[in-house]
């Protein structure tokens, strides 16, 4: 048997998560981490990127994330035209932002 120099970390972990708090932040992760990436994939139908080169892939994952979230803000704010109003300006504001780079 071997192991490396994160042997003591995942054995440390490991006993973190067999505790009772361990457990329940463990059944969040379903609501906060996972589903983002299940929409993404399923609803969104994004399984590839399609550039090339590490900083093309950022820049694509940077987009469908933003997307994504476009489309939570959407969900949560309905046809409030005050809330549209409000998503307007913080995307005008990103894209300025995203342009100057």
């Known amino acids: 048997i071997t ?3 994160y042997e003591a970390e995942r054995r440390r972990m490991a006993g973190k998560m067999c505790s009772e708090k361990g457990k329940e932040e463990y059944k969040k992760r379903k609501e906060t981490v996972e589903w983002p990436f299940g929409n993404i994939k399923h609803n969104m139908k994004f399984r590839e990127f399609h550039t090339r080169g590490l900083e093309n892939v950022q820049i694509e ?6 997307a994504h979230n476009l489309r939570v803000m959407w969900g949560k704010l309905g046809s409030s035209v005050a809330a549209l109003s409000d998503i307007k300006g913080l995307v005008a504001n990103f894209a300025f932002r995203v342009s100057s780079i």
Do not use: E, K, P
């Not at 994952?61 to 933003?66: D, G, P």
């Open 61 to 66: 994952h940077n987009l469908v994330c933003t």
């Open 3 to 5: 192991s490396d120099d």
